[in-house]
């Protein structure tokens, strides 16, 4: 299995419903609540990990693509 690096960036503050990324949306530590949809989450460090999961296939992609040399 490859690994890839991902970008944390705002991933425990995107929506994986709408993708909204509002700081607000982070209620507590543990809690999520988007400002948009109103979509909640479990816990929001398991929506952040639920997220960097769905960056990876992208950022693969953008990693083994032939480049235009």
Same mark, same amino acid.
């Not at 949306?25 to 460090?45: K, L, M, P």
């Given at each position: 299995?490859?690994?890839?690096?991902?970008?944390?960036?705002?991933?425990?503050?995107?929506?994986? !419903?709408?993708?909204?990324?509002?700081?607000?949306?982070?209620?507590?530590?543990?809690?999520?609540?988007?400002r948009d949809c109103?979509?909640?989450?479990?816990?929001?460090?398991?929506?952040? !990990?639920?997220?960097? !999961?769905?960056?990876?296939? !992208?950022?693969?992609?953008?990693?083994?693509?032939?480049?235009?040399a």
């Amino acid at each position: 299995m490859p690994i890839v690096r991902v970008d944390p960036a705002y991933t425990s503050q995107r929506c994986t !419903a709408c993708g909204h990324i509002d700081k607000r949306n982070r209620t507590s530590q543990a809690e999520f609540v988007c400002r948009d949809c109103g979509f909640t989450a479990e816990h929001a460090d398991i929506l952040g !990990a639920d997220n960097i !999961a769905l960056r990876a296939p !992208a950022t693969w992609a953008q990693s083994t693509a032939p480049s235009a040399a």
